[in-house]
Every structure is written in structure tokens, then in C-alpha cells.
């Protein structure tokens, strides 16, 4: 506490002033008005810029969403530890990569019933219930993330596997073989690694250090069987 | 006779030792308070009634203080939920590494459990097993086909979704029945009570763990020792549900004991044999597969899967 000053305004004293000396003398009267307005000058613009919305191009509409969705792919394929996909959390992205890599998978219609790969329902529901559960289990664990931001980080994390898909297709395009095998495997290994990579680096954060394997072990399984889907994916 | 000092509550390693020094003496537990404090009362009596009824009145008027102290959160909230994953990644593993190696002495309950019975281990585990045994069934068709190539291979989707169903409803049915039925005698004997539903789950989620490297030893196109793998899991994994189910079963006639322990024991068996037999069928190398001949499986697979006709042109 300042000591108080035993002859203030004495100029020729040696000891100096403590701080905030002077505070002690002033008093607030209680009839002192405070009123008046408190605008925020920049409202009528935001107003504006919201109406503004409804009279677009469509063009206009689409390319904003499209841009926000390219925006977080590039996040994906270079993770760095960045909150883009955490706070502007969309799930665009994982409808479009889940449709893609349904349709990719679809077995052939000639087919037989019982032994051939996974319907498109099947990989739907895999894919959003795996990821619901994941996300669940997240939450239980006691990780303050919230639900629909997980399911956007494990959505758009499929990314990596659905380029992988696209690369099999092409090199299947090539005809069977050995090498052909080697390389898809090769392939789906290095996508399945770069998923996890890159969801641990938005989810482990998200979690007790004493509790961050438990979180991504069940993320772990879920590319696994994903990427076996892929890799197990014969055209005939 | 049970003294005043012997009814307060003592640590776990103090009555582990209790119970192998006297291996005939009576135990009661806390395990059906839902408060989950960690706290046991222990009491060592000779076995004769006079000490029992003492023992129920001071247990009731226990419980009814702790049921003040806390208060569970309903079923319909979520912390009800996360209360049963309250586990670290450590305690997982510890309760892992219990599964895998019974020991006589050590109840899997009050060893490694210890009144925190989670759901985590046993859902995902069950998971881990179902896709395992996908995959790995999958792999041994890879195989054969290299090694014959008149096999027809097919990604064979339709067995993740045979095997995911069959574990849990083993995994969660089959402890269900066991814990109503321990239930029931309870009410006939009155004197040792039983596990919850969760710690039942819990015990045959954990020794399902031992199958998940069995399946992927089960790769190994070898037929003796695929059986010798199969039996030293199920060895394993059976001799741990009996050490846990001992000392409630103990107290009952002999022969429930005997036709109990043996129903649980057959049941894994039976799990084990349906897995290999369905998912790793050995294939004759003349085998072609005609998928339009394959019939619909049989879609009711609670406890036993059996061997399917429809797959007898393998």
C-alpha cells in the first residue's frame, strides 16, 4: 500500500512521491449523470452486408462455400496446428469425400450378393456412424471438443483416402499383378499414415495427456478399416 | 466371530492377503453401491450366520449414509455416461495385461477393477475383434488363392457385419443372462453378493482380448497350429472367467458351481470354434466358389454360431 504523505506538495522533502498520491483526494459524487448513447458505428454496415447475401449471384453463394472447402482440404494435406477446421466447422467436405469414396467402392452390379465388396450404404453408414462413435467416445473420455467440430476433423481427414482411392482405380486400369499389389499397397500405407497424422494433429490437443491414447486409438481403427476397404477393392 | 475392528474398511492388498491365508472365509462386498469411492468393507468371519446379520445391518446403515453423501446423476444425463469411462490410458493397459495372465489368487474384479468398472475396453475391444477377424479371414482367402489360383477371391464385405454382431451380442447378452442368474441365486443364499452388470461386461470384454492375436496367428496356414493357438487362448481366456466367477459361485451348491463354471467355459469354447470355422475355413484346391449358389446365412447368430451349409462348396 502507498504510504500516505505527511506534507504533500512540500518541494523541498527527500523522500519521494509514492504512486497514485493524489487519488486519495478525489471523490465521486453520486449526481454526476452518465448517460447517452453507445452505438456501434460499424452495425449499419453489417447490416447491410447481410442483406446483401440474399440479392447475390449464385455464383457467388456457391464459390464462398466451394473456397471455404478448398480452404480446409489444404489444411488437411499440410497439417500444421491451426484452428481453421476447428472453429469454422462445416461438414460439406466430409458429405462430398464420403459420397466420392462410397461410389469409388461400390461393388459391381453383376456381382454376386453375398461376396463381393461394400455396398454404398455400407460405406456410408461405416464411415458417419464410425465417425459419431469416435466422436462419442472423445466426448466421454472427458475431451472438450465439440461434437460437430470432431466430426469435421474426421471427416475431412478421409481426404488422403480418397486420393488413394483414386490412385488404386487408376493403377488397377493397368491390369493384376504383383507389382501392381505392391504399389496400391504402398500407397493406401502412406494415405493411412497421413490421415492419422494429420487428425491427431487437431484432435490430440483436444484431450488429458494421460487420456490421449485412449482418444486416438478408436480414430487409428477407423482409417484402418477404411483403408483396408480400399486396398481389398477389385473391379471385376 | 467377527470383532468391531475387523468391519472397517481396509485396502485391497489387506484382503487379497486375507482371503489366500484363509481361503475358506466369508467375504462380503460393496460392489453393488453405485458410488464408486474405491472404499471396500471386508468382513472375515468364520462362516457362521450369528456374525452375518450384524454384518447386513451395519452394511445397510453404510449404505444409506453414502447414498446421502452422493448423488448419482440420473441415467438420462450425460455425466452418467462419462462416469463409466473415467479411466486413464495406463489403467487400459493394466487391466489389459490382467486378462492376459489369470492367477488363482487375483480376482479380476477386486483386483484390477476395483469398484471403477469401465465401458471402454470392453466396446472397443469387441470392436477391435470383429474388424480383426473381417480382415484376417479376408487375408487367409488372399493367401489360398496365391497359392491356388483357381480359388475365386472376394473382398467378402458381408463378414464384418457377421462378426461385428455376433461378438457383441456375445460380449453383452451372454453376461447379461450370467448376471441375472447370479442374481437369482443371490436372492437364495443371501450371502455373497454378486458383481454388477457392469463388472460382469467388464470381465468378458477384457478376456476377449487374448482372441485378437490369436485370429492374427490364425494366419499361419499350419492346421495344428492354428488348434494349439486356438486352445492356449481359450485356455487363457477361460481360466481368467473362472478365477473371477470362483469365489461368488463357491458358496453355492456344488452343483450349480460345476454346471455354471462348465455353461461359461463352453459358451467361450464355442465362440472360438465358430470363429475359426466360419472365418477360416480351410479351402480343398479344387475349389471354385459359384457365387450365385451361395445361399442366405442364417441371420439369427446370438451365442453359437454354427457352421453354415450354405458354405459347405468351400
Redesign the interface.
Known sequence: MAEAEESPGDPGTASPRPLFAGLSDITISQDIPVEGEITIPIRSRIREFDSSTLNESVHNTIMRDLKAVGKKFMHVLYPRKSNTLLRDWDLWGPLILCVTLALMLQ?DPA?????????FA?VFVIVWFGAVTITL?S????GNISFFQSLCVLGYCILPLTVAMLICRLVLLAGPGPVNFMVRLFVVIVMFAWSIVASTAFLADSQPP?????AV??VF?FY??IS??IL???PQ | MAAADELTFHEFEEATNLLTETPDAATTSRSDQPTSQGHVAVAVGSGDSYGAEDEVEEESDKAALLQKQQQQPGFWT?NY??S???????Q?LDRIKGSLLPRPGHNFVRHYLRNRPDL?GPF?IC??LA?VLA?TG?LTLVLAQRRDPSI???????KV?VAGISIYCYAWLVPLALWGFLRWRKGVRERVGPYTFLETVCVYGYSLFVFIPMVVLWLIPVPWLQWLFGALALGLSAAGLVFTLWPVVREDTRLVAAVLLSTVVLLHALLAMGCKLYFFQSLPPEHV?P??Q?A??PTNIPLSPTLPRSMAPS
Request: aromatic letters at 20%.
Open positions: 461393388r456381382d454376386s450378393e453375398k461376396d463381393g465388396g461394400p455396398h455400407e467416445n466426448k466421454l473420455l472427458g494421460n487420456r490421449r491414447a485412449l486409438y478408436p481403427l484402418f478399416v483396408w476397404m481389398t477393392f477389385t | 450425460f455416461y462419462q463409466f469411462f473415467d479411466v486413464d490410458t495406463s487400459v471402454y472397443w470392436a477391435t474388424f480382415v479376408n475365386h477371391y472376394s473382398p467378402q464385405f458381408h457385419t466358389t457365387p450365385h451361395a442366405s446365412l
